[in-house]
Structures are given as structure tokens and as C-alpha cells.
């Protein structure tokens, strides 16, 4: 329907995002975070230049295993980037 996402994975050894997905106005993402690693979604509606800021949406702390994480979000508006970092 005209939306646009974006996955970014950034750190020293990034996430494997493994699964993303629009349904309705909910976003989910599936990953396979490391153990010992915690890890920060962040969201951003535009990527143009350099203004902005990404904000954090939600924090995973580390475990002691790996493990697979599915993280839900509400989408605002038609355009919408993401990010996963490692902390």
C-alpha cells in the first residue's frame, strides 16, 4: 500500500534479522540475537540528510543463550525506517 521499511543492522556483530513484516498497522520483526549481546530497535520517518534523530523504540537485554526475538510495533504514517544496533 505504498509503505516503505527499511532494516539496518549495525554493531560489531550484527543481529540476523531473520523475518519482517507489515500487517495492518503493526510492524514485526524477528531476529537472532546473540548471547551475551543486548541489543536497541530504533526508528526514524526519514532518512533524507542528516537531520534527525533515531529514537529508540525498545531495548533487549542480553542472555545467557541464544535466542530468537520477535519484537512488535505500531506504525505511524506511510514511511517508516528502522534500525537494529548492538548495545
Not at 520483526?29 to 523504540?57: C, K, M
Request: hydrophobic share 35%; glycine share 10%; proline share 1%.
Amino acid at each position: 500500500d505504498g509503505e516503505v521499511f527499511r532494516i539496518m543492522a549495525e554493531g560489531s556483530t550484527p543481529a540476523r534479522v531473520s523475518a519482517f513484516q507489515a500487517e495492518g498497522n503493526q510492524f514485526i520483526i524477528r531476529f537472532d540475537a546473540v548471547a551475551g549481546q543486548s541489543y536497541a530497535l530504533e526508528s526514524r520517518n526519514s532518512l533524507g540528510g542528516r537531520s534527525g534523530t533515531w529514537t529508540n523504540e525498545q531495548v533487549i537485554a542480553s542472555a545467557a543463550t541464544n535466542r530468537t526475538i520477535n519484537i512488535t510495533n505500531t506504525l505511524t504514517g506511510t514511511e517508516r525506517y528502522f534500525r537494529l544496533r548492538n548495545e
